[in-house]
């Protein structure tokens, strides 16, 4: 596994212990809402444009990079 995966990782463990299902409810009880805002939209367009990152995706490092390199 690469670094940052490992890194991600550590954090969800780490979020989950600490604040356990609570991000995850919060997402659920809006999930209706924005679905409904959504469905309307689309009622009235064919498409949305969203923003998008204002830069290009970085390179992937090589293989064997370190921590720091990263």
Do not use: C, W
Not at 1 to 29: C, D, P
Request: hydrophobic share 35%.
């Amino acid at each position: 596994m690469s670094h940052i995966l490992k890194v991600v990782l550590l954090a969800g463990e780490y979020l989950n212990e600490e604040y356990g299902s609570r991000f995850y409810t919060k997402t659920q009880n809006i999930r209706r809402v924005l679905t409904k805002a959504y469905d309307n939209a689309f009622n009235d367009y064919d498409f949305i444009i969203m923003p998008t990152a204002p830069f290009k995706a970085y390179k992937l490092p090589p293989k064997d990079v370190s921590m720091k390199g990263t």
